[in-house]
């Protein structure tokens, strides 16, 4: 049979933004292909109109619509599914961590047949198999099946342990070479599910509870496995690739496996790599093994300069001395350090804002990041936002568009202030490093008093930068369209090439 999958990867406010890849789609679509079905994907790069959007399922002429559903476009889906719908008869599956998350949210779209809860890959197998065959669906584990105006709610399945048990993930569905970051020369790679911790804004304690499991919900791919993987992914889908990106949560589960996986990235792999770290998992030889394998970043999650925040709010179980520490030893080991931030916490206010400013400028980081808290459904902070009083109706394509909550203690135009001019703080915030040491507090505290105050007329140059980002990126993308060559010489991140050739999103298979 054939099935449609339709991924969502909006960026409204990049350049010349492309796409990247899904390795929960590419893992699917895997599967689905090892049992003998066709497998096409639209991906949905920019905003599409229905019309074109029918144009794309009609043309597919799928049996099984299969949707990726992120929260990020949660109100979206309902018309993406009610367009599909009229452009195909085909029942329409929801799966993602969305769907995940919030099943009842997705059950209540008329459109949708199907919501997966859970990892996909023997559900949607087994799905395709009874559709296929002309046999009931309706006790398949993790799926909630429709019957009429209810569901069939099945009981999750304990999730794939070993990873390696897996097919390589088939990136063919995607247009590799056009990805936003393939097109920088980085190629994106996942080789891990989960994670170990449970911080208050991340959906992983929630999938912990959902999901029986018969060991760690954080897995790995063995090391042999995953430099075998990656050096065949590049070498049929990047081979032009001139460095790797590690997009899992930690680039490591202990110091074991990655003593076992050192050597054979070199010899197997050998580029340059950049990885998400937690703080106080570096220390001097972890660091020196990262920098002999070609470590040159390493992402490191600041999140808040807070202590209460951290402790009490994040619940990270991490100490701010702890990531002073791990920004000083990458330091010593000459890997790049970025620090990511987070900026209108629940509960957070300006002056707690500026901490994490203060606290980028005491470890200065290379590249300091910072992004708007966003309430995902079924995190623990989603759930202290919605006792607050603090949820809206806002949806946005990602977590650097604009706030999605309101608080009384801390407006948005002020959180969008600290949020836009983040890096221009930070080094305002570390000219204190050039003082001597007795007035570095006193410059730092001053600051404080000077951004925090009424009179610093914080929403006048919010305003002035809103105008200049908007008239930026239309500038960008009419260049993209318009004039590529001019949009490349004046340093436009990634060639001028775009997805669909305007047309909003683009199937392969």
Not at 136 to 152: C, H, K, Q, S
Not at 225 to 243: C, G, K, T
Not at 402 to 429: C, E, G, S
Request: glycine share 8%; aromatic share 10%.
């Amino acid at each position: 049979m054939r099935v449609l999958f339709v991924f969502p990867d909006l960026a409204s406010t990049i350049t010349n933004y492309t796409g990247v890849l899904s390795y929960g789609v590419a893992s699917l679509a895997a599967v689905l292909r090892r049992d003998g079905h066709e497998v096409e994907l639209l991906h949905l790069v920019e905003a599409s109109a229905a019309e074109e959007f029918q144009d794309r399922v009609r043309a597919a002429r799928p049996d099984l619509v299969a949707f990726s559903a992120n929260s990020h476009y949660a109100r979206r889906l309902r018309a993406w599914a009610a367009w599909a719908r009229a452009a195909s008869d085909a029942p329409a599956a929801v799966g993602g961590i969305h769907a995940t998350l919030a099943p009842e949210d997705v059950a209540t779209i008329p459109e949708v047949d199907f919501v997966c809860v859970g990892e996909g890959e023997d559900a949607l197998s087994e799905l395709c198999r009874a559709l296929e065959r002309g046999t009931d669906p309706g006790a398949i584990p993790n799926l909630w099946v429709r019957r009429g105006t209810e569901f069939t709610r099945n009981a999750p399945r304990p999730v794939q342990h070993d990873l390696d048990a897996l097919p390589d993930p088939d990136l063919s569905v995607f247009d590799v070479q056009h990805l936003y970051p393939v097109r920088q020369g980085t190629f994106t790679y996942l080789m891990s599910r989960g994670c170990a911790y449970g911080c208050t804004y991340c959906c992983v304690h929630t999938l912990r509870r959902i999901a029986p499991r018969r060991g760690r919900y954080w897995r790995f791919l063995s090391p042999q496995r995953a430099a075998d993987q990656l050096a065949r992914l590049i070498a049929r889908h990047s081979p032009e690739a001139r460095d790797v990106s590690f997009v899992d949560a930690i680039l490591y589960p202990d110091r074991e496996w990655l003593a076992a996986f050192a050597p054979l990235y070199r010899r197997r792999v050998g580029l340059p790599f950049s990885c998400n770290m937690r703080a106080d998992l570096i220390d001097g030889p972890s660091a020196a093994l990262l920098r002999e394998m070609g470590c040159r970043i390493v992402r490191l999650g600041v999140e808040s300069g807070d202590e209460r925040m951290t402790r009490d709010v994040l619940r990270r179980s991490l100490d701010i001395e702890d990531i002073r520490r791990a920004f000083a030893v990458l330091r010593e080991h000459g890997i790049q350090r970025w620090s990511y931030n987070m900026v209108g916490l629940p509960t957070e206010t300006l002056r707690t804002a500026l901490k994490t400013v203060r606290l980028n400028a005491q470890i200065d980081p290379d590249l300091a990041l910072a992004f708007i808290f966003y309430p995902y459904p079924g995190t623990e902070l989603h759930r202290l936002c919605g006792t607050s009083g603090y949820l809206t109706e806002r949806e946005f394509d990602h977590y650097q568009v604009d706030v999605a909550i309101r608080m009384p203690q801390f407006a948005r135009p002020d959180i969008l202030f600290v949020h836009r001019f983040f890096r221009r703080l930070v080094r305002v915030y570390g000219f204190s490093r050039r003082l001597p040491a007795g007035l570095r507090d006193a410059w730092m505290s001053a600051l404080d008093v000077l951004l925090a105050g009424p009179l610093f007329p914080r929403r006048a140059l919010l305003g002035a930068r809103e105008g200049y980002r908007k008239l930026r990126h239309r500038t960008g993308e009419l260049l993209v369209r318009r004039a590529p060559a001019l949009y490349r010489l004046l340093g436009g991140r990634a060639p001028a090439w775009r997805v669909g050739d305007d047309r909003g999103g683009v199937v392969a298979g």
